[in-house]
């Protein structure tokens, strides 16, 4: 004897059992409010950082030297790169993925300010026992910032082309006959 065959709707498949439902609701809120926790500090933080800028701005007026052109601009690249992780986070959230090139930017955001604050600091200790040093990290950070600009490129390309398959012909032969 058969047994008959149990038929149910792809769309019955496809749901959890009404806990796994409701377990899943409970952690997709959760989940929004960290990334609302997260949010909501680094703003606080960027929020700080320009309000330290416009300090930063102001002693420039009494010392208008290298130190405080060099803070300010220390300091505006570290908002420039906690605007880069909220960007990362709210696209997180939309998306419901994560996406790697808002962190690939703010790895060469934060290189860049590495190479500029070391740069001014070796220009200080020509022929002394740091410069050496200085120039090492520099050039490392320098192929750092290559390689991430490169990956960064791939992505783009990759975003760009077609999912694979996705515009193929069904049956090869139609292919070559077009």
Do not use: C, W
């Amino acid at each position: 004897m058969a047994q008959p065959e149990h038929s149910s709707s792809p769309r019955d498949d496809d749901r959890p059992p009404g806990f796994g439902r409701a377990g899943t609701r409970v952690l997709e809120f959760a989940e929004n409010v960290v990334y609302a926790g997260i949010a909501l500090f680094l703003v606080v933080i960027a929020l700080v950082l320009l309000a330290l800028a416009g300090k930063t701005t102001y002693s420039l007026l009494s010392d208008f030297s290298q130190t405080p052109v060099l803070e300010l601009l220390d300091v505006l690249l570290l908002v420039f790169i906690v605007v880069e992780l909220l960007f990362a986070v709210r696209t997180t959230v939309e998306k419901r993925e994560l996406i790697a090139e808002p962190f690939l930017l703010v790895g060469i955001i934060a290189s860049i300010k590495e190479i500029v604050v070391l740069s001014v600091e070796a220009a200080s200790v020509v022929g002394k026992d740091g410069f050496a040093d200085r120039m090492v990290v520099i050039g490392v950070l320098g192929v750092l910032v290559l390689l991430l600009g490169i990956t960064s490129l791939l992505l783009r390309r990759k975003e760009r082309e077609p999912d694979e398959g996705q515009n193929a012909p069904a049956d090869p032969e139609t292919a070559d006959a077009g």
